[in-house]
């Protein structure tokens, strides 16, 4: 009987093989810097060129880029799957809004879902850290901060659900969902009663996951966005009259005239 040679794996296709999973699993961010080739080089306990020839490798394929005497980054648009002029469209079409609010439903009720379902304690540490930062953007009256800090905090729901698909999914439509984000809290604040049932809906968001009640989680999720999607229509349905009447009072007074 003759047996087949079993080939050795290089050393640098398994660093290559570490690299691709920790981009996968969102442990390595779009624009993250890795750190230098030595101090790789010390944590895999591999030489240099290993390191430097998988590098080479994940750069040639576009997942890491290198700056010029600025280290090796992930490739920031890694998730960006939609075009900046299809981004630019979609944000400045008031329907698409609601489309994407809807949208929402099914992202976010997966992820609060999941994240309840399969995360652990350092994954809830993170989502408690992005709440707090959410609400201390609020006590400043920074919107734009308000939003891109629901913006990571959603990332960070989506990490802790370890399904790597659907994490993909919301960072390519990270812009988007924040412009999304910034645009209803500038509708939903002329409403003081309402910034405050939004932010109970999420702290109840946050407990259920914390909680580990999946279940309470996605509900919890939903009935957050179905309020937002009912209190933006009803403003939607307020200005439509308040413009009707202003048109009424301008053609009386141009029977004045």
């Known amino acids: 009987m003759t047996y087949k040679r079993i080939r050795q794996p290089k050393l640098s296709d398994a660093i290559e093989q570490e690299v691709e999973r920790l981009i996968l699993e969102g442990i390595l961010s779009p624009g993250q810097q890795l750190p230098p080739e030595r101090e790789l080089a010390r944590q895999f306990d591999v030489s240099r060129p290993s390191v ?5 490798r994940l750069e040639a394929r576009k997942l890491l880029t290198r700056r010029q005497g600025g280290g ?6 890694l998730w960006q799957s939609f075009s900046e002029p299809l981004l630019e469209l979609l944000a400045g079409n008031p ?17 609060a879902y999941y994240a309840a379902l399969r995360g652990n304690n350092e994954d809830f540490n993170r989502i408690r850290d992005c709440h707090q930062r959410i609400r201390d953007a609020q006590q400043q009256g920074d ?3 308000e939003a891109a800090a629901v913006m990571q905090y959603l990332i960070a729901v ?7 698909v659907l994490l993909h999914i919301v960072r390519s439509l990270a812009p988007l969902l924040e412009q999304n984000v910034l645009q209803n809290f500038e509708l939903l604040n002329r409403r003081p009663e309402v910034v405050e049932k939004v932010r109970h809906h999420r702290a109840n968001i946050v407990q259920a996951i914390v909680s580990g009640e999946p279940i309470k989680a996605r509900e919890a999720s939903h009935a957050h966005l179905a309020y937002i999607e009912e209190t933006l229509l009803d403003l939607s349905r307020e200005e439509s009259r308040r413009e009707r009447s202003l048109r009424r009072i301008q053609q009386r007074m141009d029977g004045l005239d």
Do not use: C, M, W, Y
């Open 143 to 145: 919107l734009p901060a």
């Open 158 to 164: 989506t990490e802790s659900a370890h399904n790597v």
């Open 95 to 111: 329907e698409t809004q609601f489309d994407l609010l809807e949208s929402r439903h099914a992202l976010e009720g997966l992820a």
């Open 52 to 56: 430097r020839e998988a590098i080479q």
């Open 72 to 77: 090796t980054f992930v490739t920031e648009k």
